[in-house]
């Protein structure tokens, strides 16, 4: 699985929008984008995934540049409850492979007042 | 409603005991995976299977075991040969198909302490 690169950490003010950024430079035509976050001392949660297009769910919004070397997850307006780690990986989606799913350390998103 | 559970929530141990950390999904899933997590850091694959009787290390698979008898259970223990166990531990499984329906859903987690 190609590897991502995030920035360690960023700041937002509440009912802002947040974007974090997410590089995949390597990424290989079947590989999938996929974002989770986690919040302290909890399991990881999903929140999004996309090949391609950008994508839009009821968390977040993905949207893929289209040479795909890069993703940006938006969080339409953030509140202090999305105080987070924000994981960023790709990973292959093919039938009867299962990928290692690998974890980097992620963007550590502060919400603040 | 279906999930994946991990048992205990937290576990103490002494030094030198393996312990075997449970990690149980109704969702039938696949895949199955274990991740080891030190304070401040990310996650780091330990093992992960992708099918009943078959699993493969992950990064830091020395000290750790683990079985897949059953498609729902995927046991971790760790050895007294690992040399700092003290962690939070991750059980995650996922689908294995197309279409990029691939998600992972993650346990609760286990904190082990060893003293």
């Known amino acids: 699985d190609a590897k991502t690169t995030q920035p360690t950490s960023m700041d937002c003010a509440e009912g802002r929008a947040a974007n974090l950024p997410c590089n995949h430079s390597?990424?290989?035509?079947?590989?999938?984008v996929y974002w989770y976050r986690q919040i302290h001392s909890q399991g990881p949660q999903y929140i999004i995934h996309?090949?391609?297009n950008n994508e839009t769910n009821e968390m977040a919004s993905l949207i893929i540049t289209e040479d795909r070397k890069s993703s940006t997850l938006i969080l339409p307006h953030a509140t202090l409850r999305d105080t987070a780690v924000y994981y960023c990986?790709?990973?292959?989606?093919?039938?009867?492979?299962?990928?290692?799913?690998?974890f980097g350390t992620g963007t550590r998103l502060q919400v603040t007042l | 409603d279906g999930g994946i559970t991990q048992s205990p929530k937290y576990l103490f141990r002494k030094e030198g005991q393996n312990v075997t950390l449970s990690c149980e999904q109704n969702?039938?899933?696949?895949?199955m995976y274990w991740y080891r997590q030190d304070p401040g850091q990310g996650l780091r694959l330990i093992y992960y299977?992708?099918?009943?009787?078959?699993?493969q290390k992950g990064d830091i698979a020395e000290g750790y075991s683990v079985s897949r008898e059953k498609k729902e259970s995927f046991p971790l223990t760790v050895t007294s040969a690992q040399k700092n166990p003290t962690a939070f531990y991750l059980c995650?499984?996922?689908?294995?198909?197309?279409?990029?329906?691939?998600?992972?859903?993650f346990g609760q987690g286990t904190r082990l302490t060893v003293v």
């Open positions: 995650a499984s996922t689908l294995v198909g197309g279409r990029g329906n691939t998600e992972a859903f």
């Open positions: 390597t990424i290989s035509g079947n590989e999938y």
């Open positions: 996309g090949l391609k």
């Open positions: 990986i790709v990973r292959v989606a093919e039938s009867g492979t299962a990928s290692k799913l690998t």
């Open positions: 969702l039938n899933h696949d895949a």
């Open positions: 299977s992708q099918i009943v009787n078959d699993f």
